[in-house]
Structure formats: C-alpha cells, structure tokens
C-alpha cells in the first residue's frame, strides 16, 4: 500500500512563522543584540507555490505577510512540512540545513548570527 503524502497548509505554515517569531522575541535581549541583524527574510515554500516574507528588527520577526520580497537580504527554502518540522521542534534547524531540506541564501555574516539565535 503506498503512503499518500499530504503537506501542511498555507494557514499551517504562517502560524508556524507566527510561532517562530513568537520563539525569537523570547529570545534573551543580550544574545539578539549580539546575533540579530536587522534584515529583510523571505520563505519560500515550493510545494505550496507560496513565499512569506518578513523583516527581522532588534531580534524579533516582524511584519509577516504573503508578499514576496524580491530584494530580501535573506532567503530561506523549505518544505511545508520541514517548515512544520522545524518550528515544532521535530526537526533541528542545523540538521534541515545539513541534509539539503532548507536552504538559505544569506551572506556568511548573517548566517553565523542568525545560527547563534536558532
């Protein structure tokens, strides 16, 4: 019997982003100061053909919405269900980068900070 997939919804993956930004704002002020760029962030999500898009200011995710930033300084690609993985904790940020199952494009800069803070 073949297992029939079903991804996460565009509503389940913006109350993921939501959750994330929740986790980011409770992050200790001192480590965000350190490790937080203010930045522009994109999430793509191929299989939904859908792009969130935010801005990290002070260490909080701000501003999420369903309109693309074509200019964002960081852009992340992911699944809809790594991105359910990844914010409910069944999936470590680091291995879904390690394994290919989030990508991110970003300078190395913001990619050293951005890992101190997930």
């Known amino acids: 019997m073949a297992d029939s997939q079903v991804m996460a919804t565009k509503r389940q993956c913006e109350a993921a982003l939501r959750s994330l930004a929740k986790r980011l704002d ?12 203010d930045r522009t962030v994109t999430c793509r999500i191929p299989d939904l053909d859908t792009t969130f898009s935010g801005r990290l200011h002070e260490g909080a995710l701000l501003d999420i919405s369903n309109v693309p930033l074509d200019d964002a300084q960081i852009r992340l690609t992911v699944s809809s269900d790594d991105l359910l993985a990844v914010t409910n904790g069944d999936l470590a940020f680091s291995s879904a980068w390690a394994e290919g199952r ?17």
Not at 29 to 36: G, P, Q, Y
Not at 104 to 118: C, P
């Open 26 to 37: 409770g992050v200790d002020a001192s480590l965000r100061k350190r490790h937080a760029p």
């Open 102 to 118: 989030l990508k991110i494009e970003a300078s190395v800069l913001d990619m050293i900070r951005l890992r101190g803070m997930l």
